[in-house]
């Protein structure tokens, strides 16, 4: 049975010109800064990103980790939404790893901050009792915020904040190609808005492994030295950086593949009895949607699902996440719609 997988994006395969790349890609050793193939990746996203510099890194936990270890110190606070993928699923890389103290602010349905809560929030750099306030956090697009784009009009006001004070801000740009392609711009106008960005190849651009950072030529020097000091310096790591060219090459234009399907997933479930979902807010690749009957388990739903060769899972206790990406078609999509009507009718 061919299965849908909806989890994430981050299953998707590599394309059969991925394997070649990788097959053929030059090699040396990138510690020595000796990678041909690193290097070119490297260029490439700078010059993509219009920043100085660029950094390949093993995966977006290490990406976000590397650059936040480069901006603070110990004892230093960053400000970030509390549904932010930095705060929720990175282990607490920052304060183990880095001693760094997270201040989360409420995030808003539409990933956004609150430019208020942000000003609010950042310390009196004089008073000896409070860590010292180092960088905003954003995430475009936002992950838990059901795939919700940040215009660059919108990370302006942030920016703005953080400048006035002489902060810096980091974007995880997980899905930022996601994002671009969303508002239909150029993907520099986004990355304007940040000192910093992690990329992924690894979600929808369908690379097997890797992130990017990308900053000023001094910023990448010294999260060169932390990624090495996570254990992040890589050898022959071109193998991994030619797959990601190709991401870069190939795979940012069909993003709009994957927001198609997601609207069509999510028009479809709002027809659906007992689904709760507000199509108008899936902006991206994500449809985050609930039940109506709080007595059906929704890991319940997930197996009798499975059991029909559509995975998805169930992010908290009330919703689902699927995810629409390379290797899922529209067919797919129809599929799964048919799959979810059947299931909920068995439970109900
Ligand atoms: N997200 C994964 C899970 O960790 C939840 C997913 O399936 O979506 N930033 C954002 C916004 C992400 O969504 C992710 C991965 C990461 C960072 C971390 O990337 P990796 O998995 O490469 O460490």
Known sequence: MHIVDLRSDTVTLPSPAMREAMYRAELGDDVYGEDPTVNRLEEMVAERLGKEAALLVVSGTMGNLVALLSHC?????????????????????????????????????????????????????????????????????????????LSPAQMATIKAIADRHGLAVHLDGARIFHAAIALGIDVKEIAAQADSVQLCFSKGLAAPVGSAICGSADFIREARRNRKMVGGGMRQAG????????????????????????????????????????????????????????????????????????????????????????????????RTLIAIRETLAELA
């Open 239 to 334: 193998i991994i950086a030619a797959a990601a060219i190709v991401a870069l090459e190939q795979m940012v234009d069909r993003l709009a593949d994957d927001h198609e399907n997601a609207r069509r997933l999510a028009a479809g479930l709002a027809e659906i009895n007992g689904v709760t979902i507000d199509p108008a807010a899936v902006q991206s690749n994500i449809v985050v949607f609930g039940l109506a009957d709080p007595t059906i388990s929704l890991p319940q739903v997930s197996q009798a699902l499975a059991a029909k060769g559509i995975k998805i899972n169930p992010i908290d206790k009330a919703h689902f996440r699927a995810v629409t990406h390379y290797g899922v078609e529209r067919e797919d999509i129809d």
């Open 73 to 149: 110190g110990r004892g230093d606070e960053i400000i970030m939404g509390h549904l932010a993928h930095t705060f929720l699923y990175e282990a607490g890389g920052v304060a183990a790893l880095g001693g760094i103290h997270s201040h989360t602010l409420p995030n808003l349905p539409n990933g956004m901050l609150d430019p208020q809560d942000v000003e609010n929030a950042i310390r009196d750099p004089q008073n000896v009792h409070h860590p010292r306030s180092r960088v905003i956090c954003l995430e475009n697009t936002h992950n838990r915020c059901g795939g919700a784009v």
